[in-house]
């Protein structure tokens, strides 16, 4: 069975930094897509980082410059490095990924179960 495992995050002071982990785990023929959504209390889902395709980039306007995503194929995980954090950052960050597992003939979507974080200031 397929999961998505993150770990990374935490409690952190304005302006530190923290980077989490997404790992895909079980029987997975490809992953086409990997990224990282937030939610915020009272507030709906929100697209944080995400790379659609290999060499693509997406990122909301409210972490630009302050957030990198990287992916290592080999490991199947999804990083965010995320620096001079805020406290509107404070959310549960979920990993989401489009993949295709094993013996399967098509794709499906997968989310992790999430990951607080949490900015003081």
């Known amino acids: 069975q397929v999961q998505l495992v993150e770990s990374g995050g935490g409690l952190v002071q304005a302006g530190g930094s923290l980077r989490l982990s997404c790992a895909a785990s079980?029987?997975?023929?490809?992953?086409?897509?990997m990224g990282w959504y937030r939610q915020a209390p009272g507030k709906q889902r929100e697209l944080v980082a995400y790379i659609p395709t290999p060499g693509r980039f997406n990122y909301a306007d409210s972490v630009k410059g302050r957030f990198t995503i990287s992916r290592d194929n080999a490991k199947n995980t999804v990083y965010l490095q995320m620096n001079v954090l805020k406290p509107e950052d404070t959310a549960i960050y979920y990993c989401?990924?489009?993949?295709?597992?094993?013996?399967?003939?098509?794709?499906?979507?997968?989310w992790g179960q999430g990951t607080q974080v949490t900015v003081s200031s």
């Open positions: 989401h990924s489009f993949l295709v597992p094993g013996g399967a003939l098509r794709g499906s979507v997968y």
């Open positions: 079980g029987r997975i023929s490809s992953i086409t897509s």
